[in-house]
């Protein structure tokens, strides 16, 4: 992760959860101006209402009935006053705007609604969440996360968001789900609102899904295509989503939105990629770690003052160093931490990045935490924070007090990558100038994660979940200094929660008169 300004661009909302409060914060302020809104509609309703009763009179068909009807002056006069008087005032009434004011001021809130970007963002990381953990389109939809059911659900305009995420990237298989699902969901009265008003048109849905479901047959998700299979798909999908066509496509689609789901889930299980070595321990397919050495037991060694207040050590590996400590962190540290963080601070997008392009710079990728450094001794929580990881590394800090605050966002993570600097990637004077090596990393768990959000070391099979409290304290660099491969680390897409991290990287160079006094 790493840090870029970003002030130029529009507030992204979706790369952490503190953020997209501020969403929650909108949309209610949204609904009282549409409550005022259709208060106002409704009172113009019922005068317009008042008019039209006043206007009843008994039907008149023959012109006989007509002529006898206007022979009487108290018909006759009231009838031509309204005409030249009150019609054309009723005119003016009817077009007279519905409470302009709160239109503006839902205009004027709309301006920093969630950008087209900030949407791409939030698309990735459901798909994310999707895959990582292998979840249903039916699943999600009906408000599933890894089989816990939660009161909520996904509508028919969302899941054609996520269908043509998908279909966008050519990967077809993963949007027909997504197809089905919206038209399952399509139907009135809720339906009316996605014609009408969202431009959401069923038929097109069916066109759409019909199209992917070609593709996928054709080209099973190939990124090329030999241009006889681009051509015979061009052919063929012109064919499907030809007007005259339509009643027959819709019929063997109605047919598969009947169906049963499991059927679809296990055609798509043999279309899936198999997981990944790091998927798999997301998904909590590791056994747990037991060996003679690792053992829990209290710290009382690093200081003195532990001696007094020893710290509840869990030792997860040996060979690299990595420590569990529990009870760690207190709460209102974290809630000042965060307080300062977001009502005197700004939070800036964290990103994680894969890839160089071909000139060597980094190729920016996946917008996924907001975070913000904490310089130093400014505020009384870094000062017993950093006391307190001395405690816990046994290492030295003066010259650096640096903490990160981090929050994740929708299905925020961090791609596998290592702490310290690689030997060779190493610039001239990085001892001097950047206090050496990141020798070891501290990650204090601030927030429970009911979902999600582990914190991986694929190389060892060693999975942590965050829990309040609690800190990790990993050793980058063995003991003669060199950088430990096995220390590669990831954190898994959050699924539920909201992830708050304080993490701070050691140097190396302070260490130099203070060996690590290590377990
Ligand atoms: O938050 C975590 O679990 C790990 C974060 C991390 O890899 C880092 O801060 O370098
Ligand atoms: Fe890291």
Redesign the pocket.
């Known amino acids: 992760?790493d840090e870029n300004e970003t002030s130029e661009e529009k507030m992204i909302y979706s790369s952490s959860v503190m953020s997209m409060v501020k969403l929650l914060e909108m949309e209610e302020y949204l609904k009282v101006n549409l409550d005022l809104y259709v208060q106002e509609m409704q009172s113009k309703l019922e005068l317009i209402k008042l008019y039209q009763d006043s206007l009843k009179r008994e039907t008149l068909t023959t012109l006989e009935e007509k002529e006898e009807y206007m022979s009487n002056p108290l018909n006759a006069f009231p009838l031509l006053r309204r005409l030249n008087q009150d019609w054309p005032k009723w005119l003016r009434y009817m077009k007279l705007a519905i409470s302009s004011k709160k239109i503006k001021e839902i205009e004027v809130q709309l301006k920093s609604a969630p950008s087209d970007d900030d949407l791409k963002i939030a698309l990735k990381g459901m798909t994310r969440i999707e895959k990582f953990y292998n979840q249903h389109a039916e699943d999600l939809t009906k408000g599933y996360l890894l089989g816990k059911k939660l009161n909520s659900h996904l509508t028919a305009p969302d899941c054609v968001a996520l269908g043509n995420y998908y279909y966008n990237q050519t990967q077809f298989s993963g949007s027909t789900h997504w197809y089905r699902m919206a038209l399952r969901l399509h139907t009135n009265p809720k339906g009316m609102i996605y014609e009408k008003v969202l431009g959401l048109k069923r038929k097109r849905i069916y066109k759409k899904y019909a199209k992917a479901l070609l593709m996928e047959s054709i080209a099973a998700d190939k990124s090329k295509l030999t241009s006889t299979e681009k051509s015979e798909w061009n052919r063929l999908a012109k064919e499907v989503t030809r007007d005259d066509n339509y009643e027959n496509v819709k019929k063997v689609i109605d047919e598969y939105l009947t169906g049963d789901e499991k059927i679809f889930q296990e055609v798509a299980a043999k279309l899936k990629r198999k997981p990944s070595k790091l998927q798999r321990g997301c998904r909590g397919e590791w056994p747990p770690k037991s060996s003679p050495e690792l053992i829990c037991r209290y710290n009382r060694d690093t200081s003195a003052f532990l001696k007094l207040a020893p710290l509840k050590l869990e030792i997860l590996s040996v060979q690299p160093v990595i420590l569990l400590y529990h009870d760690v962190l207190y709460e209102n540290e974290f809630k000042s931490m965060r307080d300062a963080a977001i009502f005197n601070a700004s939070m800036i997008d964290g990103w994680t990045y894969y890839d160089f392009d071909q000139k060597g710079n980094p190729k920016w990728q996946d917008r996924v935490v907001k975070t913000i450094g904490f310089q130093g001794t400014t505020a009384p929580f870094t000062l017993s924070i950093n006391r307190r990881l001395g405690y816990m590394s046994g290492l030295e800090m003066r010259e650096n007090m640096m903490l990160?605050l981090?929050n994740y966002g929708l299905g925020g993570n961090?791609r596998k990558?290592f702490?310290y600097v690689e030997l060779a990637k190493r610039p001239p004077n990085f001892f001097a100038d950047s206090g050496g090596d990141?020798i070891a990393?501290a990650?204090l768990?601030a927030s429970d994660v009911p979902l999600g959000?582990?914190?991986v070391f694929s190389k060892l099979k060693l999975a942590?979940q965050?829990k309040k409290g609690n800190a990790?304290v990993w050793f980058n660099l063995n003991h003669d200094g060199k950088p430990d491969p096995l220390t590669e680390?990831?954190?898994c897409p959050v699924v539920l929660g909201s992830?708050w991290?304080i993490?701070k990287?050691f140097h190396e160079r302070q260490q130099v008169f203070k060996k690590p006094c290590l377990a």
């Open positions: 992760i990160y981090t961090f990558h702490d990141h990393t990650v768990y959000g582990t914190t942590v965050p990790l680390h990831s954190v992830r991290t993490s990287w």
